[in-house]
């Protein structure tokens, strides 16, 4: 397989292309990949806070922003004190929060002698952090995006940003992968007063959590990625995945616009709401942004696309491996151009984009090992995608997948976990090793157990000391696992090995 076409999707020749863009056409255009920097903070007066939260003020403090980690409160700042299933934050309340600047709490209790504010919420601290956020998306006036999908959330999230930014729109996006009650919650209570465009993600792990999300961000634009085999364990098939990724359209209101998959059946089927605007994105013919081509170039390290709409096509290079962004990218055309963005300009923005932290980042180690490092978190998609990134990369020594459990798959754990393995030998992959007792499991079972490239372990601490002394400086190794199992050990060990 020609290594600069490893993996290629309708390929159309160049001198069709309405126009060309590449990472070189604009070198004075600079574009932030954290487009919440631009943002301004959104300060919360103590009266606003008992108003959001439905609390009453027995301190007076001064107006601040709002955090909920001690780890990272800045002086200034509120402390949100969340109870949940799993821990109590009121435990953090102590005289050291005062040493680093907090001017209040926001909780059920605080210690002894504190002398900062502190609005006093009753019951529930997760409910009444979601009453703050929806308090403080109705006094947000710019256009809410919201979206969800089994893969690639984040990515595009920031896809979107990036464009936003780069079109000179002042733009807020939820931090990390911020997608579940809290973050969400917290993500709205940022949001400036200043307005702008904000950019939230919305996970789920069960029923009823994506409509909860959506009734307390109301996003203007709701998009649906994709419906694949995650949370496996709360529900029986894909189609109920796809029945809880549908909430975020169940209550769009006319003037909000659904963006759905049109190569994903899940997504495609799923229904919306009477006098509520449909846009279609993907390969498809007819969708109304289309991804006419993808393709590995430049030795796997980066993505040429071809995007076109009803107004222009463009081609552009995205500087990144993983020929799975050409889709986010044509996703996240098709929310910006909502807002009145040109292809021409996604493909600017986009040909600037660099992968999110332990998302598919390449690195090259001190001892010339190629560390593809996407130890995130992992599902079945998400590890097909990561093992086809790593055969489309020019490779001179051995292609290596160390791949550690899947989670949250139910009863299809084992079918999923050795059809991985199996792909991976499809794919020819040179040494894989398995981390946890679900691949172990598939491991010993036929026809693998007598594959000679197959190194076992039951966690990352012994995959580590396991595999790097098999590595060489012209491999090309993929680390990828669910956030649990902890990879970044055998990443931080690929890294220091020595020549």
């Keep these: 397989m020609n290594e600069m076409s490893a993996v290629v999707w309708n390929p159309i020749p160049a001198n069709t292309f309405h126009s060309r863009i590449s990472a070189s056409s604009n070198p004075t255009l600079k574009?932030?990949?954290?487009?919440?920097?631009?943002?301004?903070?959104?300060?919360?007066?103590?009266?606003?806070?008992?108003?959001?939260?439905?609390?009453?003020?027995?301190?007076?403090?001064?107006?601040?922003?709002v955090s909920s980690d001690t780890r990272t409160l800045r002086p200034g700042q509120w402390f949100f004190a969340i109870a949940g299933k799993k821990f109590d934050a009121h435990d953090f309340v102590n005289p050291q929060l005062r040493d680093k600047g907090c001017v209040g709490v926001i909780g059920n209790k605080v210690c002894h002698g504190?002398?900062?504010?502190?609005?006093?919420?009753?019951?529930?601290?997760?409910?009444?952090?979601?009453?703050?956020?929806?308090?403080?998306?109705?006094?947000?006036?710019?256009?809410?995006?919201?979206?969800?999908?089994?893969?690639?959330?984040?990515?595009?999230?920031?896809?979107?940003?990036?464009?936003?930014?780069?079109?000179?729109?002042?733009?807020?996006?939820?931090?990390?992968?911020?997608?579940?009650?809290?973050?969400?919650?917290?993500?709205?209570?940022?949001?400036?007063?200043?307005?702008?465009?904000?950019?939230?993600?919305?996970?789920?792990?069960?029923?009823?959590?994506?409509?909860?999300?959506?009734?307390?961000?109301?996003?203007?634009?709701?998009?649906?990625?994709?419906?694949?085999?995650?949370?496996l364990e709360n529900f029986y098939s894909l189609k109920e995945v796809a029945n809880?990724?549908?909430?975020?359209?169940?209550?769009?209101?006319?003037?909000?616009?659904?963006?759905?998959?049109?190569?994903?059946?899940?997504?495609?089927?799923?229904?919306?709401?009477?006098?509520?605007?449909?846009?279609?994105?993907?390969q498809k013919q007819g969708s109304d942004v289309r991804l006419v081509a993808a393709e590995v170039i430049d030795k796997g390290l980066s993505i040429r696309v071809?995007?076109?709409?009803?107004?222009?096509?463009?081609?552009?290079?995205?500087?990144?491996?993983?020929?799975?962004?050409?889709?986010?990218?044509?996703?996240?055309?098709?929310?910006?151009?909502?807002?009145?963005v040109s292809l021409s300009q996604v493909g600017l923005s986009l040909s600037r984009f660099t992968p999110i932290k332990q998302r598919s980042v390449l690195e090259v180690t001190k001892n010339g090992i190629k560390l593809v490092n996407d130890v995130y978190n992992a599902n079945p998609d998400s590890t097909k995608a990561a093992i086809d990134l790593l055969t489309g990369i020019k490779c001179d020594g051995k292609r290596v997948a160390i791949l550690a459990d899947m989670l949250e798959l139910g009863k299809s754990g084992h079918e999923y976990h050795e059809m991985i393995l199996k792909y991976c030998f499809d794919r020819s992959i040179d040494l894989v090793g398995l981390v946890g007792s679900h691949f172990g499991r598939v491991s010993k079972d036929w026809p693998w157990r007598k594959r000679s490239n197959i190194i076992c372990a039951c966690d990352a601490d012994s995959m580590a000391i396991k595999i790097v002394g098999m590595l060489n400086g012209k491999d090309v190794v993929l680390v990828k696992g669910s956030r649990k199992m902890k990879m970044e050990i055998v990443v931080e060990a690929i890294r220091a090995k020595e020549k």
């Design 114 to 231: 504190w002398d900062g504010g502190f609005v006093q919420v009753g019951g529930d601290s997760v409910g009444s952090l979601t009453r703050m956020g929806s308090y403080a998306r109705g006094r947000f006036f710019g256009p809410v995006i919201g979206v969800t999908g089994s893969v690639g959330k984040t990515t595009t999230k920031t896809m979107i940003a990036l464009v936003l930014e780069g079109s000179n729109h002042k733009v807020y996006q939820s931090p990390g992968n911020w997608n579940n009650q809290i973050g969400v919650g917290l993500s709205l209570i940022g949001l400036p007063r200043d307005g702008g465009i904000a950019v939230l993600e919305m996970g789920m792990s069960g029923k009823g959590e994506i409509l909860e999300l959506a009734r307390m961000a109301r996003p203007l634009i709701r998009m649906i990625l994709n419906v694949g085999p995650s949370h």
């Design 306 to 340: 071809v995007l076109e709409d009803t107004i222009e096509m463009v081609e552009f290079v995205i500087p990144s491996p993983g020929v799975h962004l050409a889709l986010n990218a044509c996703a996240a055309a098709a929310a910006v151009s909502l807002l009145g």
């Design 244 to 282: 809880a990724k549908g909430e975020i359209f169940e209550e769009a209101v006319q003037g909000d616009t659904c963006i759905l998959n049109a190569d994903d059946p899940f997504v495609a089927g799923i229904h919306i709401p009477n006098g509520v605007r449909k846009v279609m994105f993907g």
């Design 31 to 65: 574009i932030a990949s954290n487009a919440s920097s631009t943002a301004s903070l959104a300060l919360w007066t103590a009266s606003e806070i008992a108003e959001a939260v439905g609390g009453r003020i027995v301190k007076w403090g001064p107006p601040g922003t």
